[in-house]
């Protein structure tokens, strides 16, 4: 062992190039694996982790105040399966209004005034009344900034309403709402099953509509109808509806990060059996010294897999450190972007697991040609020395002499020839490259087109809040079109969660900007479109109907086709329909189209100085979007870097093969020019081939990622969204191909340049 161990050490030092490719190769490929296991493993970890630590209700009830005393409602905690609950609380549906305004009135202000800005957006939250959390037996609230909320005036909001644009900063701002009163932000606080969206001292709720309970079961999936029976509930809600909305725009990530991870060790296999394969060929010489002096062919095959064992487990190490560090920065982006708990890092079992597969990869990929060299009698392995075969190739290149190529082309285009095995590898390694290429640029494209679909930012680029606005505004410079829309939060029996129902003035034809995904748009009142999660949450069809009512309003609808809707929860139907909520509408808003050329952001500016509530479409970023994005990138130019070593080892071996060829063609006249010209071509060659090969290849993942994706986030993509790849880009891709080659090929193509004629001639 001690005599294997030596030979191994100085078959590493020997080999210093190919151990670091080895090495860097399994680093960046164990990164990717533990960042793909790491997020998988841990974005419901730290909601799950959290829930339990805050004693997050299982379900959360409003009982109607008016019909259900505070008696009868902490009466049901003693309900068989309920193990603890916390209430009743006061609770109420406050609208939020415009600032600098009263409740339902025009807008104020006066011309030249400061600007003013929206501290939360419009529309209804759930305030309740609760004490400074102090150890509630359910659902303890987190303070996350300021204080808690202990006088009149005061309140705490849900710290998920801080994440809209120009909403950095609320603590001290001032809420008005449409009851006349304005309450000031103190604190930022969260409940880990989103019971309220806003937190008052107790007392400070004078009109309360309901009586808020949370319970924990010992059966958390039971019916809520166990508890609630006999009582006047108005809404029941699940903590699986909390948690599917915290964690489900994390798990969009997953399917794209486990196709990464999986290509990244697809090409790490190819790279390291290329490296292998290359240094028993090349290292003849050496084998058959080692057998001449006494070497077993178990020896011989353990020497080269120590070779290969030494950077692999360095590689794995600093792979598996890199990876913990770029899964904890990437789960704390995405967990402050979602609102969710912190998540702890990655777990040791997720970094053992990586570890132990990538080298075993690793072990299995080099394990055939190590077991070769062992086989290799000593007698051909001497005799061999260090110069390869070359008739295999020989026949190719008389066939490519014959052409009117260009010399250093033919001699080029013939080189992977002589190397088929070899040229394989290199080729597969490229062609995963271009694919992940491929389908990182096919992903950014699709979101992108999504996210501006689901926004509208191409119908609209400015919202204004109020009503009164319209007129003016359709004679306004930079003003091409104003789409006048109201919106109501109603009911739908059968579902615990609110919905907006939306609609515009004007024919009920105009689209708007939605994206249909599937059936039709309205063309008549009575009718409703949705967005598709609602129909799969509900089992609802195209064509069935639906009932929405909030205070004894109701109206029902016929569901005639599903579009890509700014959240899940959104129905838009016309205007007539939406006639009977006229009374509870949460205000108007005005969708303006601009003129060409016309800044959206002077457009806001001119309306907030007269006192307008407006704000640009494109206002924020994405917080989501940039992270999915950013991890693209970031994955694709760890394959890409990994394909490029693949292609540099090849021309490194290459280059070595041949040194004694490239003595000859700089004898009989060869410049170093045409030299590297013979290196770049034969590289360029299997890049194009490659091309061609993972243009293909990523396509097809991309059909497969994507959806998965969509499936993950509840969504459905209409076919223009997954369509995206015009033959110019496919184009581009295939020269990625080429790319990839020619810069892996450059630095040893340098080197093939600069051989010395008499140095590589000097054993002839």
């Not at 939360?120 to 004490?131: D, F, H, K, S, Y």
């Not at 392995?381 to 020989?394: C, M, N, Q, T, Y």
């Not at 089992?539 to 309003?553: C, L």
Request: aromatic share 4%; with cysteine.
């Amino acid at each position: 062992m001690r005599a294997v161990w030596r030979a191994a050490r100085y078959a590493v030092r020997r080999r210093r190039l190919q151990t670091l490719i080895i090495g860097v190769v399994v680093l960046l490929s164990t990164a990717t694996t533990v960042l793909a296991m790491g997020l998988l493993a841990t974005v419901d970890g730290p909601y799950d982790r959290a829930f339990a630590q805050q004693r997050g209700a299982h379900l959360t009830v409003s009982y109607d105040a008016a019909r259900t005393t505070g008696a009868q409602a902490a009466a049901s905690a003693a309900r068989p399966g309920v193990t603890a609950a916390g209430g009743p609380y006061a609770s109420q549906i406050m609208t939020v209004g415009s600032p600098g305004r009263p409740a339902g009135g025009s807008s104020g202000g006066s011309p030249g005034g400061p600007s003013v800005r929206p501290a939360l957006p419009p529309g209804p939250i759930t305030v309740v009344a609760r004490a400074a959390d102090g150890g509630d037996r359910v659902d303890r609230l987190t303070l996350k900034r300021g204080r808690w909320a202990t006088g009149p005036g005061e309140i705490v909001v849900g710290s998920d309403l801080a994440r809209g644009p120009g909403q950095t900063e609320l603590i001290g701002q001032k809420v008005p709402f449409t009851d006349g009163r304005t309450l000031t932000i103190v604190g930022l606080g969260r409940s880990i099953t989103r019971s309220a969206q806003g937190w008052v001292a107790p007392g400070q709720l004078t009109r309360p509509d309901g009586r808020q309970m949370l319970y924990r079961l010992a059966d958390p999936a039971a019916p809520a109808a166990n508890v609630t029976a006999g009582l006047a509930a108005t809404s029941a809600q699940s903590y699986e509806v909390a948690r599917r909305k915290a964690t489900e725009d994390g798990k969009v990530a997953i399917p794209f990060l486990v196709a990464f991870g999986v290509a990244g060790l697809i090409v790490a296999v190819l790279i390291i059996g290329n490296v292998v394969s290359g240094a028993v060929v090349s290292g003849f010489r050496h084998i058959g010294v080692l057998k001449a002096i006494g070497f077993t062919p178990a020896q011989v095959t353990g020497v080269y897999l120590m070779m290969i064992a030494v950077p692999a487990v360095v590689g794995c190490l600093a792979g598996t450190v890199a990876g913990n560090i770029l899964a904890g920065a990437v789960s704390a982006s995405l967990s402050e972007s979602l609102d969710l708990p912190a998540a702890s890092g990655v777990s040791v079992a997720v970094d053992v697991l990586a570890v132990l597969g990538v080298l075993g990869v690793a072990a299995v990929t080099a394990l055939v040609p190590a077991v070769r060299a062992g086989l290799v009698p000593a007698a051909v392995a001497v005799s061999a020395g260090a110069a390869p075969r070359r008739g295999r190739a020989l026949r190719v290149q008389r066939l490519l002499a014959r052409t009117r190529l260009p010399r250093p082309v033919s001699l080029g285009l013939g080189v992977p020839f002589a190397r088929p095995g070899r040229t394989a590898l290199t080729v597969s390694a490229v062609a995963f490259g271009v694919a992940a290429v491929t389908l990182a640029v096919g992903l950014s494209r699709t979101l992108d087109a999504y996210f501006t679909d689901e926004t509208r930012l191409r119908t609209f680029q400015v919202e204004v809040v109020g009503q009164g606005e319209a007129p003016s505004l359709a004679g306004r410079p930079g003003t091409a079109k104003v789409a006048v829309t109201s919106s109501a939060q109603v009911h739908v029996p059968g579902s615990s969660r609110a919905v907006e129902l939306k609609a515009y003035q004007g024919a009920p034809a105009d689209r708007h900007g939605y994206r249909v995904v599937s059936g039709r748009w309205l063309d008549g009142p009575g009718q409703v479109v949705v967005g598709d999660p609602f129909l799969e949450e509900s089992g609802k069809r195209i064509g069935d109907t639906v009932t929405v009512g909030t205070d004894g309003r109701k109206a029902v609808l016929r569901i005639v086709g599903t579009a890509i809707v700014d959240g899940s929860d959104t129905f838009v139907t016309d205007w007539a329909s939406f006639a009977p909520f006229g009374d509870v509408a949460l205000g108007s808003l005005m969708e303006v189209t601009l003129t060409p050329g016309t800044s959206a952001r002077a457009y806001v500016d001119a309306l907030t100085a007269e006192g307008v509530m407006a704000h640009t479409t494109d206002e924020g970023t994405d917080v989501e979007q940039a992270i999915v994005l950013g991890l693209v990138a970031l994955l694709t130019l760890g394959i890409a870097a990994v394909a490029g070593l693949g292609v540099f080892n090849t021309v490194v071996l290459n280059t070595r093969d041949r040194v004694r060829d490239f003595g000859i063609l700089k004898s009989l006249g060869a410049t170093p020019k045409q030299v590297l010209t013979v290196v770049l071509v034969s590289m360029g060659a299997l890049g194009l081939l490659g091309g061609l090969i993972g243009l293909p290849l990523g396509m097809a993942a991309h059909q497969v990622v994507l959806p998965a994706m969509a499936r993950t986030g509840g969504i459905v993509l209409p076919y223009g969204l997954t369509e995206i790849f015009p033959w110019t880009l496919a184009a581009l891709f295939v020269l990625a191909g080429i790319a990839i080659a020619v810069l892996g090929a450059l630095v040893p193509a340098g080197w093939a340049a600069r051989i010395r004629t008499a140095t590589a001639l000097r054993s002839e």
